[in-house]
């Protein structure tokens, strides 16, 4: 449809990115981040009304279909998956944005109708000519008088067509990763970086390539076809041999991959709002990803470039046989009963055990008993930064409660239980003694300071990391071996019969 | 327009970028790296509108695959970030979760 003149079109994108912002900016705030959400939402849909509204389409019926398979295909995952699954959903909306991107690209530079000059084919497009938000029409009209699409927009292109295959690919390995079908270590094999190192080069020549056949005329599409084959081969070689507990920093990172992309595909297109809100993105999502790396004291290039070396783990051999101390769920209950301090440590075997509740009711037994309970939630405690604060919300325990790893740490000296409950890096007193780990100096809750320590484990196997945790075989450690809400619940049972 | 306001665009965004979320506390990364990726989501205008110029079946067939794509990005990942942050509201009201929840603990 023709409908909006392009002084409107371009006021809607100049409103829809403003909501980009303002929904940023909410979401940086506990008390505004569900309306900045709906701001966001609200942006999104106006964008995309108003590109209905303002561009001469065809096949108008099929694209609506789509959006409407998408739509019954998005929020019913949205919906239904499990909290403790959601990281990996994140990742694969990330990767699908990518892939959308890299076809947009592609399909604007090979598609895109022949005529004299890439003016005039803009000019027959409302939404991107004239004055005003969407309207530079086309670099080629600044640059001269290309009949092709333009040396400038096909590197954007060719930029948007590497990255988003990259991000797609990868953010298929880290699902693959994080839903465990395959394994959370890190894969890496003999000549892996030189693979990885030759194959992005060959990716950037054959994006040169396309830069050198747009410059005065179209890319073929058999190139950007074999460019995009090659950018999921290299998409996948660097996400591989990336460790298990850093993958959510991957994720970020190539988020911010995907807004980049989105702000090249805005180039390529004359779209000022994908142009604004792709680097947005990206822009955010950068400072994201080194916020979360500074959490775990981790830097991006050792994530992405010094994959773990599995055999560094400290004490894997002999530690395997040293005795360890198990009890009874009676046992915990009198620990935890006759204590003045209980601090709570949850981690990820917790949500997924699915105990968030069990372990409020716990909580609000001891309480009543006069135990002072509090819970330390580290940073990156679940799968990802802030994860197990959205898990415990959704229990219903009281935000108050939750003590950030700053505030309980010199609480766990004065405490006389610290309770573990499906965690083990975090509490690994490993990353503060012994050099050689892989969880080496990223930040800990010192549970070691705590009177007692009681373990509920499913097993003795090491946690994410794959490192052992010395703390397990100390005199003063407890452990409760089984499923975490099994085992809640029987403590439970225990501590009402004290 | 021209390059150079296009440049402007660019590089104005990324302070923008940078400075919305330069002091933002852990509880809220994993909300807010996945509402800045349904943000991304809005590819979709970019999807539509080559899907709408498409001349050939291929073509028409690949910006069709990219509008779903899109779609699953942009409208899932709104609505899975607002599942987690609807999560966050009931911390607010101090009473409400030891009272209203007793029935949900069980």
Redesign the interface.
């Known amino acids: 449809m023709n409908l909006l003149s392009p002084t409107w079109t371009a006021l809607g994108y100049l409103v ?1 990115a403003v909501c ?2 303002l ?3 909410g ?5 505004t ?2 309306r ?3 701001i ?2 609200g ?2 849909a106006l ?2 009304v ?3 509204l303002s ?6 019926l ?2 609506i279909a ?2 409407v ?3 019954v ?3 019913p ?3 239904r ?1 499990a ?1 403790t699954q ?2 990996q ?2 990742a694969l ?2 990767g ?2 990518g ?3 890299a ?2 690209a ?3 530079l ?2 895109r ?1 022949q005529l004299e000059s890439y003016g005039i084919v803009i000019s027959g497009d409302p ?1 991107s000519r004239g004055f005003g938000w969407t ?3 086309g ?1 080629a ?3 001269g008088f290309h009949t092709g699409v333009g040396g ?1 927009a096909s590197a954007a292109g060719a930029f948007t067509v590497l990255v988003g295959c990259v991000s797609f690919a990868g953010s298929c390995i880290t699902f693959a990763k994080l839903q465990e079908l395959m394994t959370g270590r890190p894969v890496t094999f003999p000549g892996g970086q030189y693979l990885f190192g030759g194959g992005l080069a060959v990716a950037v020549a054959l994006a040169a390539w396309v830069v050198v056949q747009g410059a005065d005329g179209r890319p073929s599409g058999l190139l950007l076809a074999l460019l995009a084959l090659v950018s999921l081969v290299v998409g996948v070689l660097f996400v591989l041999p990336v460790g298990g507990a850093d993958v959510p920093i991957v ?2 990172l190539l ?1 911010a991959f ?2 980049l992309t ?2 090249a ?3 390529v ?1 004359s ?18 990803t080194r ?2 790396a500074a ?1 775990m004291g981790r830097s991006i290039s050792s994530i992405l470039f010094g994959a773990f070396k599995g055999s560094t783990a400290g004490t894997v051999g002999p530690g395997s046989d040293r005795p360890v101390r198990s009890g009874s769920p009676e046992d915990v209950a009198i620990l935890l009963g006759y204590a003045r301090k209980v601090v709570i440590v949850p981690g990820y075997g917790l949500a997924v055990a699915q105990a968030q ?1 069990t372990i ?2 716990l909580a ?1 037994l001891l309480e009543a008993r006069g135990v002072e309970v509090i819970y330390g939630i580290h ?1 990156v405690a679940g799968r ?4 197990m ?2 898990l415990l ?2 229990a ?5 409660v939750l003590k ?1 790893m700053d505030e309980v740490n010199p609480e766990l000296k004065t405490a006389d239980v610290a309770l573990v409950v499906g965690a083990n890096d975090v509490v690994n007193p490993a990353a503060k003694t012994t050099p050689g780990a892989p969880i080496y100096g990223m930040p800990i809750l010192e549970v070691d300071q705590a009177q007692q320590v009681v373990f509920l484990k499913r097993s003795m196997r090491p946690g994410f990391a794959g490192i052992e945790n010395d703390l397990l075989y100390d005199p003063k450690t407890m452990l409760l071996f089984g499923d975490a809400k099994d085992s809640l619940t029987k403590v439970v049972s225990a501590v009402k019969t004290l | 327009m021209d390059a150079m306001t296009l440049l402007t665009f660019f590089v104005l965004s990324v302070f923008v970028g940078f400075e919305v979320v330069s002091k933002v506390s852990t509880t809220l990364h994993t909300p807010l790296m996945s509402g800045a990726n349904a943000i991304h989501g809005v590819i979709l205008v970019g999807a539509i509108i080559v899907t709408g110029r498409s001349e050939s079946t291929l073509a028409l067939v690949l910006g069709l695959v990219a509008v779903v794509l899109a779609t699953v990005n942009m409208v899932g990942g709104f609505v899975v970030t607002d599942r987690m942050l609807e999560m966050f509201k009931g911390r607010s009201r101090p009473a409400g979760p030891g009272g209203g929840d007793a029935g949900g603990a069980r």
Do not use: Q, W
């Open positions: 829809a980009f912002i929904a940023l900016k979401l940086s705030s506990p008390a981040a569900r900045g959400n709906l966001g939402a942006g999104a964008a995309v108003v590109a209905f561009e001469d389409l065809h096949h108008e099929a694209i789509a959006i398979v998408g739509t295909v998005g929020v995952a949205a919906r998956v909290m959601m990281p959903l994140v909306f990330n699908v944005g892939a959308a991107a076809l947009v592609a399909l604007e090979v598609h109708p939404g309207a530079f029409s670099l009209d600044a640059a400038i994720i970020s988020n995907t807004g989105v702000a595909s805005g180039y297109l779209n000022t709002l994908l142009l604004v809100a792709g680097t947005l993105v990206g822009a955010s999502g950068t400072i994201l916020l979360m959490a509740h409020r009711e609000e940073p990802m930064p802030g994860h604060n959205v919300a959704e219903n325990v009281p935000y108050e950030e």
